[in-house]
């Protein structure tokens, strides 16, 4: 069975500083994607990233990046020049293998990120 | 309207009352999904819909029904609910084929009573 770890259940950050989440997984596929979203009080999750097992560049977009260890089996997501809109609860996820093409994601716990001014 | 939409957002019911949740999606997608997301546990996958038939079940009571009449719609069918089923459902739709991100909508907080 495959798994999501986030050891972090919260976190503070000074505006304007990057951020680290931390995401470790464990799965025996050898294809296989990881997904950030991030879920504000209002309880809609807004994906973030994508990183797919086979992708050799780190995912990147606007000020999300995903650092990908595939060894470590770990994909965390950085946040660089975090704004008070980040303040929210972020979680990464792992699709499983597709079922008649419908795919799966299994979830991590979450970690609560706050950015103080 | 655009992406994804749940009526409504918020419900409070009794153990006796019947009730559904709507879900439409405005992304062409093919493939809907119906999570819980309940106090400190992660979310649960609960039904998978792929071009409109069921293809995931992971164990759910029965007194949760889901229904798909099309590939933009998704309901779900609340009888008898118990307190414990009181969260957060989540909607979700993707497109079919690997890697295909799944995008959610707002959520109905449920509340039973």
């Known amino acids: 069975a495959q798994k999501i770890t986030q050891t972090q259940p919260g976190m503070f950050v000074q505006e304007k500083e990057a951020v680290t989440l931390d995401c470790t997984y464990d799965?025996?596929?050898?294809?296989?994607?990881l997904f950030w979203y991030k879920q504000p009080s209002s309880g809609e999750m807004i994906f973030l990233i994508y990183?797919?097992?086979?992708?050799?560049q780190n995912a990147t977009e606007g000020r999300y990046s995903l650092n990908f260890q595939k060894a470590r089996k770990s994909a965390n997501l950085v946040i660089s020049a975090s704004q008070l809109g980040d303040s929210a609860m972020y979680f990464c996820?792992?699709?499983?293998?597709?079922?008649?093409?419908?795919?799966?994601?299994?979830f991590g716990q979450g970690t609560r990120l706050t950015i103080n001014p | 309207e655009t992406g994804v939409t749940q009526t409504p957002r918020h419900l409070v019911m009794g153990m006796t009352n019947k009730k559904s949740l709507k879900c439409e999606q405005h992304?062409?997608?093919?493939?809907m999904y119906w999570y819980k997301q309940s106090a400190k546990k992660p979310l649960e996958l609960m039904f998978v819909?792929?071009?409109?038939?069921?293809?995931e079940n992971n164990s759910v009571p029965s007194r949760f029904s889901p229904e798909c009449p099309n590939s933009s719609h998704l309901f779900l069918h609340l009888h008898t609910l118990q307190p414990e089923d009181s969260a957060l459902y989540l909607c979700?739709?993707?497109?079919?084929?690997?890697?295909?991100?799944?995008?959610f909508g707002p959520g109905t907080r449920l509340l039973v009573l």
């Open positions: 819909y792929s071009l409109e038939e069921r293809v």
């Open positions: 979700a739709s993707s497109q079919d084929g690997q890697g295909e991100t799944q995008y």
């Open positions: 799965t025996s596929d050898q294809s296989y994607g």
């Open positions: 992304l062409g997608h093919n493939a």
């Open positions: 990183q797919g097992s086979y992708d050799e």
């Open positions: 996820a792992m699709r499983e293998p597709t079922i008649q093409g419908a795919q799966k994601l299994v």
